[in-house]
């Protein structure tokens, strides 16, 4: 990022931001991990588990961004910044991501239609629920796959 971006308004409501949400997750963290220790349900700890892996998750990445924003953080512990491919990481990259995204596109088509079939279960079983999940997980990872493919698109063509 440039010195531009790192100082002024902008930067500072940015970073502020980041902070915030940072002590604020570390909060609902502790009282998931509290509801998680006295839940006897095995189907409710199950989810309220879900949630919290997720949480973690959230919580990890907005103290890494917060961390890089603040300039506190370096090697692994910073956020990196987007793909700068060569063209050569470029054409490695592309053919599998085409790939994993035809895949993933695939498997979201495959996973709403499962989704379907399990509705007789929907008050018996957690099925239903924990495939829409997926394909929230799936829809993820489209749009992640897609993100690669068009920087790396983009360094095949020299832009």
């Not at 189907?43 to 300039?71: K, Y």
Request: charged residues 35%; contains cysteine.
């Amino acid at each position: 990022m440039t010195e531009n971006k790192q100082t002024g308004e902008w930067w500072a409501t940015i970073t502020h931001a980041f902070q915030a949400h940072v002590r604020e997750e570390s909060q609902f963290l502790d009282e998931y991990e509290k509801l998680c220790e006295s839940l006897t349900d095995p189907g409710t700890r199950f989810l309220v588990e879900l949630i919290l892996e997720d949480e973690r998750r959230h919580h990890q990445l907005f103290e890494r961004m917060s961390a890089t924003a603040l300039g506190e953080a370096s090697g692994e512990e910073a956020t990196p910044p987007p793909p700068q491919l060569t063209p050569e990481d470029a054409a490695r990259v592309l053919p599998p991501t085409e790939r994993f995204l035809a895949a993933e596109k695939e498997d979201r088509h495959h996973l709403a239609e499962l989704r379907k079939q399990l509705k007789p279960a929907r008050d018996d079983t957690l099925w239903e629920l924990i495939i829409e999940l997926l394909e929230l997980d799936t829809a993820k990872h489209v749009r992640i796959l897609e993100y690669v493919r068009d920087r790396a698109r983009d360094a095949a063509r020299g832009s």
